[in-house]
């Protein structure tokens, strides 16, 4: 599976985003996808999970209530719709695809994407 993230840029304090990531290939339906964080000098975080039916997702305490992953298995794409972002949500985010249940691991993960900049001003 290859995945290609995009949807990232500036927006300020109270804004929303969607990123998305496209994957190839016809088993896209069978991962369990994830959506990670990386804030300069900061290790990768889990941010978002949706298993492979898109019937279960799961929040890092931080996004809860404000981000919403969801995925198109038709169009082979995963989604992290952020909406009331802050500044602490700058980061590069990256998502990844798993032949497995969801994690917030991110060494769980097989595949990953090469990463969107989101940048919030305040």
């Not at 500036?10 to 964080?37: I, K, P």
């Not at 799961?58 to 794409?77: E, L, P, Q």
Request: aromatic residues 14%; positive net charge; hydrophobic residues 30%.
């Amino acid at each position: 599976v290859q995945l290609q993230a995009y949807g990232g840029g500036l927006v300020q304090a109270g804004g929303s985003l969607r990123l998305s990531c496209a994957a190839s290939g016809r088993t896209f339906s069978t991962y369990d996808m994830g959506w990670f964080r990386q804030a300069p000098g900061k290790e990768r975080e889990f941010v978002a999970a949706i298993s492979w039916s898109g019937g279960r997702t799961y929040y890092a305490d931080s996004v809860k209530g404000r981000f919403t992953i969801s995925r198109d298995n038709a169009k082979n794409t995963v989604y992290l719709q952020m909406n009331s972002l802050k500044p602490e949500d700058t980061a590069v985010y990256y998502c990844a695809a798993r032949s497995g249940y969801s994690s917030k691991r991110t060494y769980e993960y097989d595949y990953w994407g090469q990463g969107t900049l989101v940048t919030v001003s305040s």
